[in-house]
Each structure stands twice: as structure tokens, then as C-alpha cells.
């Protein structure tokens, strides 16, 4: 079964620097997705970014980038210029590509906060 | 609709009791996920649907937990005799693709 690990429950960022965020996983398979996910008060769970593992480059959207090391197990999340509406929990989600069941597993995640 | 709809948004239920939690998912999506997120927990897989049938149901915790998608849309995931453990939010998702997911709010379910 696969395992998806976030350390830190807690990250504190000044508005405009960056943060990473760390995220850890253990699987056997050596095909699958990742994803960040945020979580505001609104309790919805929101797409940041999505990678797939057989792409070798990092995937970016806008503001979040991913470092995705593969052979470490390793899938971190960079905010650039990070806004105070980026204050939520994210989660690190995995995602296998065999079998029938496309459920997403997710780390226990992390509690960003964004300082004015 | 335009996103996942879930209702009640919030439910206050007493030990003992019978609840349903329903998920109106996105038209046409025929991939429907329940999970169950506790207190500075991330979610926890409980059962997944393709169109009507439950293609996976390993992550319900025991029988007092049922869903069901009749008609290949809307969602019930019902809890019978309630305890205290049962309290959480409750999250619905669906999909298209089994790739793309789109989140509900959730039910946050307390049982006093």
C-alpha cells in the first residue's frame, strides 16, 4: 500500500517570500500521480498542481512549482511570492495508475500561514 | 450543477442515531469518492463509484457504514447507530476521468 508523508504540520511564510513545503511518499510502483491539494476554511479541497510521474520535468502553475524527485521518493511544493489568500492546509495526494480504483491517497497535511 | 453539492452542510446528531449525508456530483461524472477527514487529519479513502456499482469499498470502517448511487448520480453515504468516533468531515468528490477531481465542502457530521 502506498504511504504519503508531510513532516511538517506547521510553515509560517512573510507575504511576497517563499516557502516550500515538503512532502514524502512510498510506493513500489513506477507509474503514478501526484498532487497538491489546498484547503481553506471553506473546507473544499483545491487543485494547486498535479504531476505525472513519468514526466521528468517539474510541472509550474503560475506561482507553484514542484520539485519531484523521483528516486527519493521526494515531491515538494514551492509558493513564489506567496499572498496572504494562500494562507489554507495543503495536502500531498497520490494517486496510482494500475488497477480499477482511481481514490487518491493523502498526507495528514500542513498548515501554511501567511504573515502581512 | 457548476460543483460537487453537498447536504447538510453541517449535521448535529446524538449517539445511537441514524444519518445520511448525500453528494449531488457533477453532471456526467461517473466516478464518485467518499472520504472522511478528522481533526488535523488529511482524508481517509472510504468508498468509491463507478456509475451505480461501488467498485471499491475497502476503506468503510465497519457495517454500521453504507452507500449507495442508485442511479448513477447522487451519492448517500448513511451511518447507522452513530458514536462519538463517527465525528468528522465527510467529503464527496467526482470525475470525469479519474484523473481530474472536483471537491464538495463537505458534511461535518458531530455526534454528542
Known amino acids: 500500500a502506498q504511504t504519503v508523508t508531510q513532516s511538517q504540520p506547521e510553515m509560517s511564510v512573510q507575504e511576497a517570500e517563499t516557502v516550500t513545503l515538503s512532502c514524502t511518499y512510498d510506493t513500489s510502483e513506477s507509474d503514478y500521480y501526484l498532487f497538491w491539494y489546498k484547503q481553506p476554511p471553506s473546507r473544499q479541497m483545491i487543485l494547486v498542481i498535479r504531476?505525472?510521474?513519468?514526466?521528468?520535468q517539474n510541472a509550474t502553475e503560475n506561482r507553484f512549482s514542484v520539485n519531484f524527485q523521483k528516486a527519493a521518493k521526494s515531491f515538494s511544493l514551492k509558493i513564489s511570492d506567496s499572498q496572504l489568500g494562500d494562507a489554507a492546509m495543503y495536502f500531498c495526494a497520490y494517486r496510482s495508475v494500475t488497477g480499477a480504483n482511481s481514490k487518491l491517497t493523502f498526507g495528514k497535511g500542513i498548515t501554511l500561514s501567511v504573515r502581512p | 450543477g457548476a460543483g460537487v453539492s453537498q447536504t447538510p452542510s453541517n449535521k448535529v446528531t446524538e449517539k445511537g442515531k441514524y444519518v445520511e449525508l448525500r453528494c449531488d456530483p457533477i453532471?456526467?461524472?461517473?466516478?464518485l469518492y467518499w472520504y472522511r477527514q478528522s481533526l488535523g487529519q488529511g482524508p481517509e479513502f472510504l468508498i468509491y463509484?463507478?456509475?451505480?456499482?461501488?467498485?471499491?469499498d475497502s476503506g468503510l470502517p465497519n457495517d454500521r457504514f453504507f452507500a449507495v448511487r442508485p442511479e448513477g448520480s447522487v451519492s448517500t453515504l448513511k451511518i447507522q447507530r452513530t458514536e462519538r468516533g463517527d465525528s468528522a468531515v465527510y467529503l464527496c468528490?467526482?470525475?470525469?476521468?479519474?484523473?481530474?477531481?472536483?471537491f464538495g465542502s463537505g458534511t461535518r457530521l458531530t455526534v454528542v
Open positions: 463509484f463507478q456509475g451505480t456499482g461501488a467498485a471499491d
Open positions: 504531476q505525472e510521474a513519468y514526466k521528468q
Open positions: 453532471s456526467g461524472h461517473t466516478a
Open positions: 468528490a467526482s470525475s470525469s476521468d479519474g484523473y481530474g477531481y472536483t
